[in-house]
Nanobody, 124 residues
Framework: QVQLVESGGGLVQTGGSLRLSCAAS????????MGWFRQAPGKEREFVAS????????VYADSVKGRFTISRDNAKNTVYLQMNSLKPEDTAVYYC?????????????????WGQGTQVTVSS
């Protein structure tokens, strides 16, 4: 069992930055690939970024490539999402998730555990 708690969301102006954190419980964090997803009002949840269990593989959605950076610190049981050059269309609830696979993965079906989410709002 893995429990995930996101933090770091908030209100920011267009062009600003935020850093999301996701703290995981348990001693098995390093055995999970981790991902970030988001869901905007009235829209389906979409993939944002993923990182393999050892950080060796990283995948981004095209919409955030070059602006967002995913990283992890296995010693701290934490995964991060650095978000720069934010746009109003980045407004959403952001969720972190844990997958028992080795590699980064885009499919939400591969994730077994999900956090409660943190709201990110980008004003124009």
């Amino acid at each position: 069992q893995v429990q995930l708690v996101e933090s770091g969301g908030g209100l920011v102006q267009t062009g600003g930055s935020l850093r999301l954190s996701c703290a995981a419980s348990g001693r098995t964090f390093s055995t999970y690939a981790m991902g970030w997803f988001r869901q905007a009002p009235g829209k389906e949840r979409e993939f944002v970024a993923s990182i393999g269990r050892n950080g060796g593989t990283i995948v981004y959605a095209d919409s955030v490539k070059g602006r967002f950076t995913i990283s992890r610190d296995n010693a701290k049981n934490t995964v991060y999402l650095q978000m720069n050059s934010l746009k109003p269309e980045d407004t959403a609830v952001y969720y972190c998730a844990a997958s028992p696979g080795v590699l980064a993965t885009k499919s939400s079906r591969n994730y077994d555990y999900w956090g409660q989410g943190t709201q990110v709002t980008v004003s124009s």
